[in-house]
């Protein structure tokens, strides 16, 4: 079983990128599937959500900039990114977990399952 990321890239401030994250192994339609992203030199932190039935969650940083969105059929979820600034450069990172029942606990890297290698966006100024 695993998640593979893929899309990340080099941008412009403003510019935009769709990530990927695609499984296999297992169905993960009943999994809330989440992207991180980790800086250098920082903690891994929240980026966006989507749970099973489909509802998504932000951090406030990218609200209304990045889109999340998922493809139960083809096990793949995406984040569309627009808008893009400096400080979004980061390895993006999407994980799998059983669906809470509470929105408290996706926005912690605890309790995720599985985990993708990770992919590098960068945003130039």
């Known amino acids: 079983v695993q998640l593979q990321a893929s899309g990340g890239g080099s941008v412009q401030a403003g510019g935009s990128l769709t990530l990927s994250c695609a499984g296999s192994g297992r169905t993960f339609s009943s999994y809330a599937m989440t992207w991180f992203r980790q800086a250098p030199g920082k903690e891994r932190e929240f980026v966006a959500c989507i749970r099973s039935g489909g509802d998504t969650h932000y951090a406030d940083s990218v609200e209304g900039r990045f889109t999340m969105s998922r493809h139960n059929a083809k096990n793949t979820a995406a984040l569309q990114m627009s808008s893009l600034k400096p400080e979004d450069t980061a390895v993006y990172y999407c994980?799998?977990?059983?669906?809470?029942?509470?929105?408290?606990?996706?926005?912690?890297?605890?309790?995720?399952?599985?985990w993708g290698q990770g992919t590098l966006v960068t945003v130039s100024s």
């Open positions: 994980a799998a977990r059983r669906n809470p029942a509470s929105l408290r606990v996706v926005w912690s890297t605890l309790g995720y399952e599985y």
